[in-house]
């Protein structure tokens, strides 16, 4: 498969076309952005972290019966992914408070919620990704219900997978956030990555955060934070 040009340049990653128009590269950055790009970093090596830590999730995803954009990883840092057009939602699932869900509503950080949350974030950076409910999205003319029904039955079980995942390696999934995608037939499929970048992951004896929020909080050891996760998930294995 070729690599053409640059369709997409996103924050933590770049999307390439091929000479097959179902399929792109998805080619990880090494870019580290906060609080709607606000806040901007790097760390050499992250992409090719991230790349790894997606491909080994996805390919749990589709063992467990979750269809996903993934085909194959290509090299350190680019995965084969189905062409899809991304659905402008955030579906984020929450098992923990912190984050945007303490500030907004003032539960304490750290509470085990009584069941798993899913939230709508409407996809638009010049609005700062704001919440939404159902019928925003219908509103907005970007899922319909049936669809949106998808996207919440999905993150569940996507949700109930990794959780279970982590905790076999003393990892506490706190909460995560799924991109989906209609692909040529119109089927909703899971998109995007999973990696400490989209996740917030704490180890489950010290609630030491494993993930983007060192970089968030400059918390430092970004880098072996995710090498810490993939080094989890490997050993899982
Ligand atoms: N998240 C993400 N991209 C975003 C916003 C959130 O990947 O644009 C993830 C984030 O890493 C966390 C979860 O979604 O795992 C919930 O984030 P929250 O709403 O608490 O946002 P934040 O505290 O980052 O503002």
Redesign the pocket.
């Given at each position: 498969m070729d690599k053409q040009e640059m369709l997409y340049e996103g924050k933590g990653k770049r999307l390439f076309s091929t000479n097959e128009p179902h399929y792109v590269i998805a080619e990880f950055k090494d870019d580290l952005t906060a609080f709607n790009a606000q806040k901007k970093g790097a760390e050499s090596g992250k992409g090719a972290l991230n790349c790894q830590i997606s491909t080994l999730l996805f390919m749990l995803l589709e063992k467990e019966g979750i269809a996903t954009h993934f085909v194959k990883k290509l090299n350190d840092r680019a995965m084969l992914c189905k062409k899809v057009s991304i659905i402008p939602i955030?579906v984020?699932v929450r098992n923990i408070a912190?984050?945007?869900?303490t500030k907004r509503l003032g539960i304490t950080e750290g509470k085990v919620l009584p069941f798993s949350l899913v939230e709508l974030y409407y996809k638009d950076d010049a609005l700062g990704?704001p919440l939404i409910n159902d019928e925003h999205c219908l509103i907005l003319d970007i899922a319909q219900l049936n669809e949106l029904e998808v996207l919440k039955t999905q993150a569940l079980r996507v949700n109930e997978i990794l959780r279970v995942f982590f905790d076999k390696v003393d990892l506490k999934l706190v909460?995560?956030?799924l991109e989906f995608g209609r692909d040529g037939e119109g089927e909703i499929i899971l998109a995007d990555e999973i990696s400490p970048?989209?996740?917030?992951l704490w180890d489950k004896n010290t609630n030491q955060k494993l993930d983007?929020d060192r970089f968030?909080q400059d918390l430092g050891d970004v880098k072996r934070a995710y090498e810490e996760v993939l080094h989890r998930i490997i050993e899982s294995k």
């Amino acid at each position: 498969m070729d690599k053409q040009e640059m369709l997409y340049e996103g924050k933590g990653k770049r999307l390439f076309s091929t000479n097959e128009p179902h399929y792109v590269i998805a080619e990880f950055k090494d870019d580290l952005t906060a609080f709607n790009a606000q806040k901007k970093g790097a760390e050499s090596g992250k992409g090719a972290l991230n790349c790894q830590i997606s491909t080994l999730l996805f390919m749990l995803l589709e063992k467990e019966g979750i269809a996903t954009h993934f085909v194959k990883k290509l090299n350190d840092r680019a995965m084969l992914c189905k062409k899809v057009s991304i659905i402008p939602i955030e579906v984020v699932v929450r098992n923990i408070a912190t984050g945007s869900l303490t500030k907004r509503l003032g539960i304490t950080e750290g509470k085990v919620l009584p069941f798993s949350l899913v939230e709508l974030y409407y996809k638009d950076d010049a609005l700062g990704d704001p919440l939404i409910n159902d019928e925003h999205c219908l509103i907005l003319d970007i899922a319909q219900l049936n669809e949106l029904e998808v996207l919440k039955t999905q993150a569940l079980r996507v949700n109930e997978i990794l959780r279970v995942f982590f905790d076999k390696v003393d990892l506490k999934l706190v909460d995560f956030k799924l991109e989906f995608g209609r692909d040529g037939e119109g089927e909703i499929i899971l998109a995007d990555e999973i990696s400490p970048d989209s996740c917030r992951l704490w180890d489950k004896n010290t609630n030491q955060k494993l993930d983007k929020d060192r970089f968030r909080q400059d918390l430092g050891d970004v880098k072996r934070a995710y090498e810490e996760v993939l080094h989890r998930i490997i050993e899982s294995k």
